[in-house]
């Protein structure tokens, strides 16, 4: 089976992009596999901290083997990974990808902690993100665009990638993790394009949630590769309980089922747009 790396090369090619997914749980974990295999599209599996603590890191790696296994081209990414002692557990647990997300610190600490998790991921099938300027950390609706949130300088970016070695970069170009409710800040296309010539390696867009079909669209064609989608999907998956609950079943696989399809739609159109299926 073709590695993460063939399908980021494939949707560089194809100018697509592919689509990453957070999930908590089991139920979550079907709602994007479902997807993905309905469409025929590979798909990445994302688990911050919290999600990977939830669910069992290993766990989810063994779900997502066992897909590979019945030929489903599911991958799976430890997504930000605040420490690098926490990046190499999840490469020792064997992840297709790791994030060290040092987004928060300065220029030379985050360029020395992605240059460790770079170091010790040589030799293993696992690529390792990283990020520069901040995009705010939480999955969730906010109220305002949060503190302190910044845009990626490309000359910054260029420097940041030649010293650290990195194989995908997450730029901030105006996308915000979280949705905000009093109106989600634009992409910035041209931002993305001048980043991608410098970068020379793939790009990662991150907080999607929320930015219109029609800036994704421009998004990838200026060379996204892949595209991360969580609040969008916490929301449609808690709704979908509620209505499960409201309807009085007191089995889980019931009333959790709900929940699944309405996770399911969310991830279906977003792979559709991603992967410029029409
Ligand atoms: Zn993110």
Do not use: C, W
């Amino acid at each position: 089976m073709k590695t993460l790396r063939d399908y980021i090369k494939e949707a560089e090619e194809k100018k697509i992009a592919i689509g990453h997914f957070n999930i908590s749980d089991s139920e979550g974990f079907r709602a994007v596999v479902e997807a993905a295999k309905s469409l025929n599209v590979p798909v990445i599996i994302g688990v911050s901290e919290g999600e990977r603590d939830f669910i069992g890191l290993q766990e989810i790696v063994a779900l997502v083997l066992t897909a590979r296994e019945n030929g489903l081209p599911v991958f799976i990414n430890a997504d930000h990974t605040y420490s690098v002692e926490k990046a190499k557990v999840a490469i020792d647990a064997g992840v297709d990808s790791v994030i060290i997300d040092g987004a928060n610190k300065s220029f030379e600490e985050n360029v020395a902690m992605a240059k460790e998790v770079v170091g010790y991921a040589k030799g293993k099938e696992v690529l390792v993100e990283a990020e520069l300027g901040f995009i705010g950390q939480s999955s969730k609706m906010l109220d305002t665009v949060p503190e302190g949130v910044t845009e990626t300088n490309p000359e910054d970016a260029k420097l940041f990638i030649e010293q650290t070695g990195i194989d995908l970069f997450a730029p901030a170009v105006g996308n915000v993790h979280g949705m905000v409710k009093s109106g989600e800040p634009k992409l910035n296309i041209e931002l993305i394009k001048r980043i991608r010539e410098v970068a020379g390696i793939p790009l990662v867009l991150h907080g999607a949630s929320g930015n219109s079909a029609d800036e994704i669209r421009e998004a990838v064609d200026a060379s996204i590769s892949i595209i991360h989608i969580n609040t969008e999907l916490r929301i449609a998956y808690k709704e979908g309980i509620e209505e499960g609950l409201r309807s009085g079943e007191i089995a889980p696989y019931k009333f959790l089922a709900l929940g699944v399809e309405e996770m399911k739609k969310v991830v279906i159109e977003k792979l559709k747009l991603f992967n410029k299926i029409i």
